[in-house]
């Protein structure tokens, strides 16, 4: 009965033939030639008239251009000249986003390089190719391998091979960049030196300075704070020669004066003999022992000599300097006297950021998180008086202060339009003088106001400058000749002679040292005899 089911229902089911017609095929597929090939072609047709349609229409760019010619320049004519960023009252939140608060719009000069502008001048100036094309800006000074020999008092020219092409490059690509080292030598830095402020009496201070060290090291390439040579009212209370050494160094670097030999460089000795006494002492983990700020002053000495010679035996030392840095910030973003992560404080911490920027000029690696870090630790340290403490909580001071800002400047990008570094200056910086005696504040504050740039610059530079030049020794029968004495300064008894000696040196090289990170106004109007030596 079941086999009868199964043979009824399998008779019940279509069967499939399947038959070759490749004859009929091939003319079903001629029969459907002609509908394909006007459907092709209709679609074509379609994509032309869409593609005509397209390019009638005006583009967005044009469109865009149009309104910045029009509508949108008369909206920021109306709206951004009635707000004041120097007003107490001021909310930088009431800006809409994308306005860049750090740029402004009643300082910025026609050009974003110093100089006037000149159409005749062919790139680079001195140095430059006759055949250039003729542009509308002055290339930076330093271009080419001719460029002028720099300095006033027998210095001579840097021996850094930074200076290069046009624009400011060199030979090995790097930049002439905002805040960066690249300008200390030859033609570029007595560029930097006459625009920022600088004077044949400054730099014949900076000569002085300099051959002071020089007379101050000891044979195996150390510096000391509490050095036999000084009589003992000069001597530093601590005997720091980590710091010492990476103090008698700085001022060196900051000349452009590196450990290659150059023709015109006659500190070459001094300064590789410095640098091997710190690569000595650095140990296994980086750490060139003592304390965290030795610690930082000598990652600056050895990442600032990397940046400048490209020396590639520099490079692992100083990697390994600012790994240990790296290593021991501890999670709130500050640094104290021991490499053991402990919460920071604000003069340890400065030392630090500006070791981490040097390491970043000098093309090391530097995470993005210890960055962050850093600016979390600043954030912690300020008052609602703009300024920083010395711990977060603490109150507020000018030292503290002007570290901070330096800082400011160089990890949130704070420029001369910000509301709050304009309120802190306002409070804490024009408020004391420069030509007070302490080093460290004024070491920092000047950095702050170099940056911060117009008038503010030039009224604090003319006093530092001038009140610096004589508090210099200038006895050229005494052993002291070319040095500062540290009677009276807050720090002179712990760091003595050299350390006065040191930062005022570095301070008076502030024009070249870092190129400042705004030009948006000329620090100062170069005279004829300077714009035709340059």
Known sequence: ????????????????????????????????????????????????L??????????????DAARVNGTIEAELTDEIPKRSFATDDFDPSVLEPGIDINYPVDRIDKISVPGDPDPAAKV??????????????????????????????????????LDGPAGGYNERGLPLIPGGINSR?????????????????????????????????????RWMLNSPNLPDRDRGAEANDIAATA???????????????????????????????????????????VSMYAHGLATIAVCEAFGLSQDPLLRRPAQNAVNLLINTQHETGGWRYSPTKQPGDMSISGWQIMAIKSAQMAGLDVPTVTVV?????????????????????????????????????????????HPRMIKAIDRHIKTNSPDRQDVYYYYYATQVMHHFGGEAWRDWNEKMREALIQKQDGNAASANFGSWSPAGDPYGRAGGRLMMTSLNLLTLEVYYRYLPLYYRDAGYKLDDAVKKAL
């Open 1 to 48: 009965m079941a086999g009868d089911q199964t043979k009824a229902e399998t008779a019940k089911r279509p069967v499939v033939v399947l038959r070759e017609y490749s004859g009929e095929a091939r003319r079903h597929l001629l029969r459907l030639l002609p509908a394909s090939m006007v459907s092709v072609g209709a679609h074509v047709l379609l994509f032309l």
């Open 124 to 161: 680079g100036g001195i140095g430059g190719k006759d055949d250039a094309p003729p542009v509308s800006i002055p290339a930076p000074g330093g271009y080419g391998k001719s460029g002028l020999g720099g300095s006033i008092d027998t210095l001579g020219k840097g021996n850094s091979k």
């Open 373 to 417: 870090r850093a600016k979390s630790f600043l954030n912690s340290c300020a008052n609602a008086d703009e300024g920083y403490g010395y711990v977060a909580g603490g109150g507020s001071s000018p030292r503290m202060t002007a570290v901070a800002l330096l800082c400011r400047q160089y990890m949130d990008n704070w420029g001369p339009s």
């Open 247 to 289: 103090l008698g160094l700085l001022p060196f670097l900051a000349a452009g004066k590196t450990h290659k030999p150059d023709k015109d460089n006659s500190f070459d000795k001094t300064v590789d003999k410095g640098l091997k006494f710190l690569l000595r002492s650095q140990n296994k983990d980086g750490y060139f022992g």
């Open 185 to 221: 030598s030859g033609a570029t830095r007595d560029f930097a030196l006459r625009a920022g402020g600088g004077t044949d009496a400054s730099e014949a201070a900076v000569g002085r300075g300099l051959r002071w060290l020089v007379r101050q090291q000891m044979p195996d390439g």
């Open 50 to 63: 869409f593609f005509l349609f397209t390019a009638a229409s005006p583009s967005p760019a044009v469109t």
